[in-house]
């Protein structure tokens, strides 16, 4: 039996409490369990009528409107759970059960507004929901933006009965919710919540139930938001999943005495904070085991103000479920300054390699890499070296010498950019290109970030495949169990990182967290500089602009490449005006994140034609070969995922505040559609 698949059997683990619906409920009925369906976070089903052959005769079997729950992204991916579908929709995160097979609303809950939850940039971010049993009656669970935990009947959407403790405002309910800020240890107000001078916490996405134990993480104001230096630390929490008391507390900036806090070197870890886990969390309930992924410390790009390492700043760390005690952790980026962020949740696999049967975990990133461990150990499965990289020229600002590099399997995206990484198809492109460059200071993956008033003149600092590229939350990676396949889109999105004076910072992010302003801070409103453009209009850099790429994960080989979606237009045309050869331009692919599923018969990807129509394409799993395409309603993104029921697959698309249903057409005559 593969260990990750939660089974009815879990129910003796936690002595007859708690039950653990199985995936599989009945022949006619395959679950979506988790927002990546399994804890593993594989974003695989083992549903099977949809195939090659009739790929093509998908249509809308019904759409869901969430904008009267005031839904805008679509970053939430429904729970499919003993034949209901749960979601969370708008900034107020509505908690939504869905009719599965026409499409209905079957309840809702809102929380009551609280100022506290004004405040939250993650407010749309849910992302979907926690689920589990406790005697046999279905619970979901979710964490709110004002930092609240509620856990509902599944049948009726009711707070709990004698769950969790009254929080003191009024219009909450008096049980079923759980006050996560008073769980920190900061000084509150329960409806304003920590004051902004101290710092902000909110949540993107939803915890986890790891057998009696509700895992929460959480996320704070955007690090290049900010240009104050204090905040607080996104601590992880966990709770009784039966009572919802309070049960551990594991501080993500180690306080004395802890591993680690010899790594904030400037007594920081008193006054900063941030290093959230505001992707989602994954786990091997086996091993009780809980797998937590962090962003960096306080303000992206620069931390003069926190010398030292900073553990655990952008990193995965294995706790153990029942205690929150630290199993094991591995630091992805020294001192992160360059938002290398870890967006996504940690992937699962029991893998073969050189003949050693390896309970792995993968953490893909912004860097391009696959980060690859065993799961219980710790032990990287291939090495991970550190290696020299350039220093800061940024006054205050020490970086780490090193920073570790993945040996294998080979990057899914360019790291780093050279001359060499610009588009060269006509000598004239290339010298445009060129030109375009000269304010900007090229370098490789760990290229630091320079100030406005450096003394060469430059403009700003290449950052590639940026804090925006590599793996991204909108395009989690999937996987199939089964064969150790895993499946990784990337695109590059290139930033431009420049450092302005604190102060002058400080004024374009109104509202800020803390009081003491840093050296250095962002020197644009929006996430950082964005690189030159090409005068033609298209990317600085050469093609492909976005690419799926399949990894057999036992070897660490990969098996394809392919780019997502086609050429646009209006790159194809920049292309053949400058006389360029099209066959060696290529499909160029989108640039853009795509959404996949993987099935037990193909992988399916949403992503533009040319002509920027929506497209689903189906895609073989060993070769990376088309095997069906179609017309999709909307544009999607943030997720897919497929499931079956009554007999009958559905794949489902995140379509901005919809959630669009596809299906064969005899799943709409057994519902009586027709």
């Known amino acids: 039996m593969n260990t990750l698949t939660v089974k009815r059997s879990l129910l003796g683990l936690v002595a007859g409490l708690i039950a653990l619906p199985t995936l599989v409920n009945a022949q006619d009925s395959i679950e979506w369990y988790t927002l990546g369906n399994d804890y593993a976070h594989t974003r695989y089903t083992a549903a099977d009528e949809i195939t090659k052959d009739n790929f093509s005769d998908l249509e809308v079997a019904w759409e869901w409107d969430g904008a009267s729950f005031g839904a805008v992204s679509g970053r939430s991916t429904p729970s499919y759970i003993d034949g209901k579908l749960f979601t969370v929709a708008g900034y107020n995160r509505h908690v939504v059960a869905i009719d599965p097979k026409t499409g209905d609303t079957i309840w809702s809950y809102r929380e009551p507004q609280t100022p506290r939850a004004n405040y939250s940039m993650r407010a749309d971010y849910g992302k979907g929901v926690a689920y589990t049993e406790i005697d046999g009656r279905g619970v979901v669970i979710i964490v709110s933006p004002a930092f609240f935990l509620t856990a509902l009947d599944a049948d009726t959407g009711i707070p709990l009965e004698d769950w969790g403790a009254p929080v003191g405002i009024e219009g909450f309910p008096n049980s079923g919710v759980v006050d996560l800020i008073a769980d920190l240890g900061h000084p509150y107000d329960p409806y304003e919540g920590i004051p902004l001078e101290t710092g902000y916490i909110t949540s993107s996405s939803p915890p986890i139930v790891v057998n009696d134990t509700i895992i929460v993480g959480n996320s704070a104001e955007q690090g290049y938001h900010q240009a104050r230096i204090e905040n607080v630390p996104g601590d992880i929490l966990g709770y009784d999943v039966r009572t919802g ?402 007999g009958h697959q559905y794949i489902m698309l995140q379509t901005a505040s919809k959630l669009t249903a596809l299906a064969l057409p005899a799943a709409q005559a057994a519902s009586g559609a027709y």
Request: with cysteine; hydrophobic share 35%; aromatic share 10%.
């Open 245 to 646: 008391d309070f049960k551990w507390k594991f501080n993500v900036i180690p306080k004395p005495g802890e591993y680690g806090h010899e790594t904030w070197e400037n007594d920081a870890w008193e006054w900063t904070g941030d290093v959230s886990s505001w992707a989602p969390l994954s786990a091997d309930p086996e091993n009780d085991l809980v797998y937590i992924p962090t962003n960096s410390a306080t303000i992206d790009y620069y931390g003069g103000f926190r010398p030292g390492d900073n553990l655990y700043g952008a990193s995965i760390i294995a706790l153990d479920a029942s205690t929150g005690e630290r199993a094991w952790h591995f630091q992805f980026v020294h001192h992160e300054i360059w938002n290398f962020d870890t967006p996504t949740a940690p992937l699962l696999l029991d893998l073969n390699v050189d003949g050693r049967d390896i309970p792995a975990v993968v953490q893909a990133t912004k860097q391009g890499w696959l980060y690859s461990f065993d799961r219980v150990t710790g032990e990287p499965i291939w090495p991970i070296v550190e290696r020299p990289v350039p220093p800061s020229i940024v006054p205050g600002e020490v970086l780490s010498p090193t920073q570790p590099h993945v040996t294998w399997p080979e990057p899914y995206a360019m790291q780093g950019i050279s001359e060499d990484d610009l588009v060269d198809f006509t000598p004239e492109l290339k010298a445009q290109a060129l030109e375009a460059m000269e304010d900007y200071v090229m370098g490789g993956l760990f290229n630091p970030p320079i100030h406005a008033d450096n003394p060469d003149g430059k403009y700003a600092a290449m950052n590639c495949p940026g804090g925006a590229g590599g793996v991204n939350i909108t395009s989690p990676p999937v996987a199939d169990p089964n064969t150790g396949m895993m499946y990784v889109n990337s695109h590059t999105a290139c930033f431009a990182l420049r450092l302005i004076p604190g102060e002058e910072a400080d004024l374009l992010f109104p509202n800020s967290t803390g009081t003491t302003t840093a050296q250095y801070a962002n020197g644009v409103p929006g996430a950082t500089a964005r690189p030159p453009r090409h005068p033609t209009g298209i990317p600085i850099w050469k093609p492909p602009y976005s690419t799926i790429t399949g990894y057999d994960m036992n070897t660490g080989e990969k098996r394809f490449e392919i780019p997502t979606g086609e050429t646009p237009a209006r790159y194809a045309e920049v292309f053949e005006a400058a006389g360029a050869d099209m066959d060696e331009v290529g499909n160029t692919g989108t640039g853009a994140l795509v959404p996949m599923v993987a099935t037990a018969n193909m992988l399916v990807y949403s992503d533009q034609a040319s002509d920027g129509t929506p497209m689903l394409w189906a895609i073989d799993k060993d070769s990376g070969e088309i095997i069906g395409e179609i017309e999709a309603p909307a544009r999607s993104s943030y997720g897919m995922s497929s499931w079956t029921h009554d």
